[in-house]
T-cell receptor, first 113, second 110 residues
Framework: AQTVTQSQPEMSVQEAETVTLSCTYD???????LFWYKQPPSRQMILVIR??????QNATENRFSVNFQKAAKSFSLKISDSQLGDAAMYFC??????????FGAGTRLTVKP | NAGVTQTPKFQVLKTGQSMTLQCAQDMNHEYMSWYRQDPGMGLRLIHYSVGAGITDQGEVPNGYNVSRSTTEDFPLRLLSAAPSQTSVYFCASSYYEEQYFGPGTRLTVT
């Protein structure tokens, strides 16, 4: 079974600094997708960034970037120039296709002013 | 374009009661799914549908039924609610690999 592990239940970062959230996953598939979702107190799940496993290049979306290490099955999220609005739960997710998405337990990110 | 909508937002049930959580999407997506989110855990897949008339089980299907009579709607039924079903429920629809989530329903079973 595919599993997703987020080893950091909580992280804290100073405003304007950089923070990295860790994620590892287990799969025997060669093609799959990886995602980071943000969940603020409103409960809404917001897609932050996604990575296709067949792509070597790490995905980037403005201040958010990933470090995808396929052989190590690692998918970390880097948030640069952290802002107060970045405070939320962050979930790493894996999907081999549309039919089955597996989530990690989440990392609660606090941003200190 | 409302995206994915869920009703109700909050619900309290007594053990043994039944109810249906509603989910609708207006994006004409074929794929829809239901997840539950428990404290300290990520979302877990309950059931999914790849199109009208087609449903299948996810990771935690026990105690839940689904049907998909139209592309737009994908209701989740609890036939006999149990305290273990206290959770936040999310519906999602997807276009290729990107999932769009509804706002969630917080369900408490006493």
């Amino acid at each position: 079974a595919q599993t997703v592990t987020q080893s950091q239940p909580e992280m804290s970062v100073q405003e304007a600094e950089t923070v990295t959230l860790s994620c590892t996953y287990d799969t025997s598939e060669s093609d799959y997708y990886l995602f980071w979702y943000k969940q603020p107190p409103s409960r809404q799940m917001i897609l932050v960034i996604r990575q296709e496993a067949y792509k070597q290049q790490n995905a980037t979306e403005n201040r958010f970037s990933v470090n995808f290490q396929k052989a190590a099955k690692s998918f970390s999220l880097k948030i640069s120039d952290s802002q107060l609005g970045d405070a939320a739960m962050y979930f790493c997710a894996y999907s081999p296709n549309n039919n089955d998405m597996r989530f990690g337990a989440g990392t609660r990110l606090t941003v200190k002013p | 374009n409302a995206g994915v909508t869920q009703t109700p937002k909050f619900q309290v049930l007594k053990t043994g009661q039944s109810m249906t959580l509603q989910c609708a999407q207006d994006m004409n997506h074929e794929y829809m799914s239901w997840y539950r989110q428990d404290p300290g855990m990520g979302l877990r897949l309950i059931h999914y549908s790849v199109g009208a008339g087609i449903t299948d089980q996810g990771e935690v299907p026990n105690g839940y039924n689904v049907s998909r009579s139209t592309t737009e709607d994908f209701p989740l039924r609890l036939l006999s609610a149990a305290p273990s079903q206290t959770s936040v429920y999310f519906c999602a629809s997807s276009y290729y690999e990107e999932q769009y989530f509804g706002p969630g329903t917080r369900l408490t079973v006493t």
